[in-house]
């Protein structure tokens, strides 16, 4: 147990019934500052605009009826979707009473506790809509929705607290606040005390509520577990969810989704109980996990679609919003998060939001500083990590992530030695993030598909080898938990910068090691994208690599051989039954190129092998009976029968189209002659031509010193 854990919990348990005198409201918007707030609602156009939206949101519920239905729907469903509106309201409606002191929106919170007060407990325990996956809730059909319900209300009603009679207070809290809280530390305590992001959602629903009602014994167990040990609860997963560079482990999506309980609380316990010091907790691990998560995005703010990820989440989400907030205005965040602010359009109506709208609006923002740098993953960051590259500016950046992670536990894909690839503000090598459609119940109930188990976690579905045409660790995520590659070696600066990695537990017998890198060389205006993938075993193998590409061919240096009389899937199982299999054609001196144009720039990928390649070319869509599947393609570089194979790649950027004039430019490429020169375990050596100008890069696995040399 590190040393400020042990303070946090010593001094917890001297000082548990000494939280600060009662507040209200005490949390994002605080009693203090109220005056300034409201102020800064007049004066900040950021603060104001927000402001403006809540109040129109607030006084849109006054409009309507108070509804609270029985609950009988899955994610997406009518029930489901009013309870999720009802807790929107009451925080809406919370913050529009504090701001402009008018009663009525007091009131209706009131009365819409007063509403679940009064059915809460006649509900059953079990939803009819819960499902095995997960554990039941009660408003909801899984438990993390009722505490994510929990977290939005025991806010709204902390801001309206001294507006609502002292009889209807006990009222809302015995008959809804202590029962919730009953349910999720009892009838739901694995969840709890699971470390994970529901887990996080629990103690957080637990802890807010504790504070606001002044009942420190749901703030120490929200803090150390039921058992109040320390080995779960808020300490144990900001011990185990986060690397030491504030890396979560389930990846980039979900740190996303954890950051807000995570954070909320977090400003909770510095507002009652500031001498714990919990921004500095693990070296403040709250802090750096805000900023690896926007890190962990391109330029155009989407998030890395590592592991299960809905792709279209980018840091203007509402859980950055408080993190950028909290982590500028109380822990010591940079200017640049004004940048990213602005972005975002909006700040939370608090204390935090004030100061980010009154520094913007006094010209202080700075661009965000993206970097090159490697995220450590696993508590100790003992176990592997993401590697990112990036080239260029802001507004036309190349950026190149390297997946050398552990699994991500459940929501974890088999993707060792992903690669994904952007540039020109677009993914030029995608992942396919998860095969859901969150909240839409005629889709498996908004649920994960069965396809995100059947095609989105497979290997090849990533841009990575598949060895037999199996995935990683067979599919089996309970063995994968227990591996993670090994790095070799980074650097995120100068010419090349480079990532690389080695895999020797996915595949039985089969090592691999993978080095890939951004180079820029002077004939070229965007640094080329090298990619080195060797495999190796005793034994032969059929080696697939996959590079799924947006956009479209339109060049190759093989003849394409499509098959136009009726497609077959590629396989059977381990993703392969997903996939229409185009065409394979054979590759001449195991060496080509083919040029994909996407979003009015080209890019061609030049490769070479060891031995003689195939290319397969594939699109997504077989075996999809309820059509859940999006499209994509991707060229596979195939090997069918070798040991030992080591996979070439340099991608070009190049050119431009203009649709508006019909002008194209620099259609063709500019690398040539892409050959191996000699591949073994301490040495891969190839050369290249750049307008006819000879480049040979070594690469050295075994010497830090003199990893990756450039040399004409």
């Known amino acids: 147990m590190n040393y400020l854990k042990k303070v946090v919990l010593v001094f917890f348990c001297i000082n548990i019934s000494l939280l600060h005198a009662q507040k209200h409201p005490n949390i994002m918007l605080t009693k203090d500052n109220i005056a300034g707030v409201r102020e800064g609602c007049t004066k900040y156009p950021l603060l104001q605009k927000s402001f403006e939206q809540m109040k129109a949101d607030a006084d849109k519920a006054l409009q309507g009826k108070i509804y609270i239905p029985v609950p009988q729907d899955g994610g997406g469903g009518p029930s489901h979707e009013q309870h999720k509106k009802n807790y929107q309201n009451i925080l809406a409606c919370g913050v529009a009473y504090q701001i402009t002191g008018e009663a009525k929106y007091a009131a209706y919170v009131k009365d819409m506790l007063l509403g679940y007060a009064a059915q809460y407990e006649k509900w059953p325990l079990k939803h009819p809509k819960s499902k095995i996956s997960n554990q039941t809730g009660r408003i909801f059909w899984q438990i993390l929705n009722d505490c994510v319900w929990q977290v939005n209300v025991i806010q709204g009603y902390d801001l309206v607290y001294d507006a609502i009679a002292p009889g209807d207070r006990k009222t809302i809290e015995n008959k809804l606040f202590v029962p919730v809280v009953r349910f999720i530390t009892q009838s739901s305590a694995e969840t709890f005390n699971r470390i994970h992001n529901h887990g996080t959602w629990a103690v957080a629903a637990v802890g807010l ?274 591996y993670h590659p090994e790095v070799l070696y980074f650097r995120g600066e100068g010419d090349i910068q480079v990532i690389s990695a080695k895999e020797e537990n996915a595949w039985k017998g089969v090592s691999l090691t993978r080095t890939s890198a951004l180079v820029r060389v002077p004939e070229l205006s965007k640094a080329l994208l090298v990619d080195v993938f060797k495999a190796e075993s005793a034994v032969q193998h059929q080696y697939d690599l996959p590079f799924w590409y947006n956009g479209y061919i339109t060049d190759a240096s093989f003849k394409i051989n499509p098959d136009t009389k009726g497609l077959k899937p590629a396989g059977e199982k381990y993703g392969y039954q997903h996939l229409w299999l185009n065409s394979t054609d054979s590759v001449p001196g195991a060496a080509g190129y083919i040029t994909v144009m996407n979003n009015l720039r080209f890019y061609t990928t030049h490769f070479c092998g060891s031995s003689a390649l195939n290319v397969q070319l594939a699109t997504i869509g077989a075996n999809d009976p309820n059509m859940n599947l999006f499209g994509g393609k991707a060229f596979i570089l195939s090997q069918p029968s070798v040991s030992d194979q080591t996979f070439i790649s340099l991608t070009e950027s190049h050119g431009k189209v203009d649709p508006v004039v019909e002008t194209t430019s620099g259609a063709a490429s500019s690398v040539s002659s892409l050959k191996l020169l000699s591949s073994g375990k301490q040495q891969t050596s190839f050369s290249f031509d750049v307008k006819g100008k000879r480049y040979r890069i070594d690469i050295h696995y075994n010497d830090k010193s003199n990893f990756i040399q450039l040399t004409k």
């Open 209 to 482: 509520t504790g504070y606001v009602l002044n009942k420190p014994d749901y703030v120490e167990i929200a803090l150390k577990g039921s058992d109040k040990s320390g080995k779960s609860g808020y300490l144990a997963q900001l011990d185990q969810l986060f690397s030491p560079d504030g890396y979560y482990t389930e990846g980039p999506y979900y740190q996303r989704y954890a950051l807000l309980p995570f954070v909320i609380f977090a400003k909770a316990i510095n507002q009652y109980q500031p001498a714990l010091s919990i921004y500095n907790y693990r070296n403040n691990i709250l802090r750096k996990a805000i900023n690896t998560s926007l890190q962990s995005s391109y330029t155009n703010g989407a998030f890395f679609p590592i592991n299960d990820a809905i792709k279209n989440k980018t840091v203007e989400s509402g859980e950055l919003v408080y993190g950028v907030d909290l982590a500028y205005a109380e822990m010591g965040g940079g200017e640049d998060l004004l940048d990213v602010a602005q972005r975002q359009g909006r700040v939370v109506v608090s204390d935090a939001g004030l100061k980010v709208a009154k520094d913007i609006a006094e010209g202080k923002t700075k661009p965000f500083n993206y970097k090159s740098l490697f995220i450590s993953d696993g508590p100790a960051g003992n176990e592997g990590g993401l590697g990112v590259l990036r080239s260029g500016t802001n507004q036309d950046q190349q950026c190149l992530v390297f997946k050398a992670a552990s699994q991500g536990m459940g929501h974890g894909h088999f993707d060792r030695l992903n690669i994904l690839y952007y540039d020109n503000g677009s993914e030029v090598f995608s992942d396919y993030g998860a095969a859901r459609f969150i909240n839409i119940e005629s889709k498996n109930g908004g649920e994960y598909l069965p396809e995100n188990r059947t095609w989105a976690k497979q290997t090849v579905a990533h841009n990575t080898i598949t060895v037999d045409k199996t995935s990683a660790f067979k599919a089996n995520a309970d063995v994968a938990q227990q």
